[in-house]
C-alpha cells in the first residue's frame, strides 16, 4: 500500500476551509511567559540563546519584553534587540507597553539603541468588566489609545494595539479603540484572550467580526491572536484563529506565563506541521523546550505532548510488538506511526521500547539487542518474570544486574 493509504483521516472531513495558508508565529516566552508568578526571568546569555533557537524553529517573530518594567528589564531588551541586529537575526523584535508614554518611550530607546525597528504592542483592557474595576469612560480609553499609538507612530515604531480582555469586551467598545488605534496609523491589532475564556465558537465568532472590521477600514491591517490556557483550549484556539485566516499567533516556550499560561509553542509548531500549515524543521524543538525549562525553571511534565519523558516511550507488550515488527521490516516512517500520531523523528527523538509489568517477551527482546546483548530464551524469560514481579519499569542497572547474575 501506498503511505497515504496506510493513515484514514477523518480530521479533514468536514473540515472548514483555511482562509489562510497558515500564519506567523510570535514567541511570547521573554515577556508573558516569564510573568507567570512561578517563572525565574533568565539571564540574558540564556534569552540571547533562546533567541537563536527561535530562528532555527522558523519561528518569525518574538516579544523581547517589557522595557518599562524598569532599567533591568529595558537593559535586557535593548540588548536582545542588538543582538538581533549585529548578528541579522531574521526575527521581528517587539515589546509590549502601556497605552501610556511613560511605558512607549523605553521602546523608543531601545529602537535607537539598537538601531532596528522594534515593534510596540500597545495594550489596554478592554472588557465591561474591566472598564468597571478601573472607572473608565470609553472616551477616557480612546483619548489613550490615540495618544499611544500617534506617539508611537511619530517616533518611527511599528505600532500594534492591544485591547486585553478581547473575549469578554462589546463589540461596540472594540469597534471604537481599534478605529481609532488604526486611524492614528497603527498596522496591526491582536485579539486577546486574556484569561482564557474563549470557545472554539467564540474564537471563531470574533475572528470573523474582526476581519470584516479590518475590511470596512479598507486598510491593509494585519490581526494578531494572543491566547491563554485557562480552560484548556489555548491550542484549539489558536488553531481556529489560523483557519479563520488571522496573520500570527503568540505562543509560548512549554506554554508558561500568566496563570495557567498560553498557547504551548512546540504543540502548536507540530499542530502546524501535521495540518500541512507549516514545513518548519523542528529537530531543534527538545533543545528550545529544555532551554526553557532550564532557564524559567519550568519543569516539563514526564507526559507533555512531543517533548515529555513519556511522549514516544512505551512498555506496553502489544505496543512494542507493533513497532518492532516496523522496525523489523527496515521501515522507519512506519515504526515511527504504528503508535504515535506525531513522528518522533520530526523532532529530533525516537521511538523507545523499556521492559515493565505490562511488557511482553518482545520488550525484552528489543532491550537486550539494542544494548548489544543476545536474546538468549532462557535470559529472556528471566528478565520478563522479574518485569512482571515489578510495580513500575526495570531500570537499566536493575536489567544489567539480571543479567550478570545469568551469566554466572
Not at 484556539?237 to 500570527?248: F, M
Not at 523542528?282 to 532550564?294: G, I, N, P, T
Request: charged share 25%; with cysteine.
Amino acid at each position: 500500500m501506498e503511505r497515504h493509504e496506510l493513515i484514514y483521516d477523518w480530521n479533514r472531513l468536514g473540515a472548514p476551509e483555511r482562509a489562510a495558508v497558515g500564519a506567523e508565529l510570535d514567541d511570547e516566552t521573554l515577556r508573558d511567559g516569564i510573568q507567570s508568578a512561578s517563572i525565574s526571568d533568565p539571564p540574558v546569555e540564556d534569552k540571547i540563546e533562546l533567541l537563536h533557537l527561535m530562528v532555527k524553529l522558523g519561528i518569525q517573530s518574538a516579544d523581547i519584553g517589557l522595557p518599562g518594567a524598569g532599567p533591568q528589564a529595558l537593559a535586557a531588551v535593548i540588548a536582545l534587540a542588538k543582538e538581533i541586529a549585529d548578528k541579522r537575526l531574521p526575527l521581528y523584535p517587539n515589546c509590549a507597553a502601556r497605552t501610556v508614554i511613560a511605558d512607549i518611550a523605553p521602546v523608543v530607546e531601545a529602537s535607537q539603541a539598537a538601531g532596528i525597528p522594534i515593534e510596540a504592542s500597545v495594550f489596554i483592557g478592554s472588557s465591561p468588566i474591566r472598564k468597571y474595576v478601573e472607572n473608565w469612560e470609553l472616551d477616557f480609553m480612546v483619548r489613550k489609545v490615540e495618544e499611544a499609538v500617534k506617539f508611537g507612530v511619530s517616533h518611527n515604531l511599528p505600532v500594534m494595539f492591544v485591547t486585553e480582555d478581547t473575549t469578554r469586551a462589546d463589540p461596540e467598545s472594540l469597534r471604537a479603540l481599534y478605529k481609532t488605534a488604526i486611524d492614528c496609523g497603527a498596522h496591526r491589532i491582536c485579539l486577546a484572550d486574556t484569561v482564557g475564556y474563549a470557545t472554539p465558537e467564540g474564537t471563531r465568532n470574533l475572528m470573523r467580526w474582526a476581519r470584516d472590521l479590518v475590511a470596512e477600514t479598507g486598510v491593509d491591517v494585519k490581526i494578531d491572536w494572543h491566547g491563554h490556557n485557562d480552560r484548556g483550549l489555548a491550542l484549539i484556539n489558536a488553531l481556529v484563529a489560523i483557519d479563520e485566516g488571522v496573520n500570527r499567533v503568540h505562543a509560548c516556550g512549554l506554554g508558561v506565563g500568566e496563570r495557567c499560561g498560553n498557547v504551548a509553542m512546540e504543540v502548536l509548531l507540530v499542530n502546524m506541521r501535521m495540518l500541512g500549515l507549516i514545513e518548519n524543521d523542528l529537530s531543534s524543538l527538545r533543545e528550545y523546550c529544555e532551554l526553557v525549562s532550564r532557564a524559567c525553571g519550568a519543569p516539563v511534565a514526564y507526559n507533555h505532548p512531543v517533548i515529555g519523558a513519556d511522549a514516544f516511550r512505551t512498555s506496553t507488550g502489544v505496543h512494542a510488538a507493533a513497532v518492532m515488527k516496523a522496525m523489523k521490516i527496515g521501515d522507519a516512517w512506519l515504526a515511527d506511526r504504528i503508535y504515535s500520531s506525531v513522528p518522533a523523528g520530526w523532532v529530533g527523538r525516537h521511538q523507545e521500547i523499556e521492559v515493565g509489568p505490562m511488557s511482553g517477551a518482545s520488550n525484552v527482546v528489543h532491550w537486550l539487542e539494542t544494548h548489544g546483548y543476545a536474546a538468549d530464551p532462557d535470559v529472556v524469560e528471566t528478565i520478563l518474570e522479574a518485569a512482571k514481579r515489578s510495580r513500575r519499569l526495570l531500570a537499566e542497572h536493575e536489567i544489567r544486574g539480571i543479567l550478570q547474575g545469568c551469566a554466572k
